[in-house]
């Protein structure tokens, strides 16, 4: 599965380009403004951010192979990460130039005897 974060032209480029190559495409909006859209298309789920939680529906899909981010707002960024499956990639297009994300908690290493 492939899962986009739907914008303008990048978003809209992702979905036809995951659609022609045969993968699962979400489409992950912040409203339901664009879902016609995004349909036509070839998203086969279009998921809107303001009714329910990205990151729970996706795992419930099994989680994201791919998240493709266009939108460049850190916050929406973070609470997707837990939407990827494992080994699931986060492809970050566009960010604000002061925003960090904190891709994994710290590891603790422990020593076994």
Partial sequence: MISRRLSRGLGHLGI????AMGYRVVALSSSSAKED???TLGTE????????????VLQQLGGASLIMCTAPNPEVI??????????????ILALTKDAT???CKPL??????
């Fill in 16 to 19: 036809q380009f995951a659609n």
């Fill in 37 to 39: 859209l995004a349909r």
């Fill in 45 to 56: 789920l279009y998921v809107d951010g303001s009714k329910v939680n990205q990151a729970e």
């Fill in 78 to 91: 973070r609470g997707l990460l837990p939407g990827l499956a494992v080994n699931g990639e986060l492809l």
């Fill in 101 to 103: 994300i904190p891709l």
């Fill in 108 to 113: 603790h290493l422990l020593s076994v005897s």
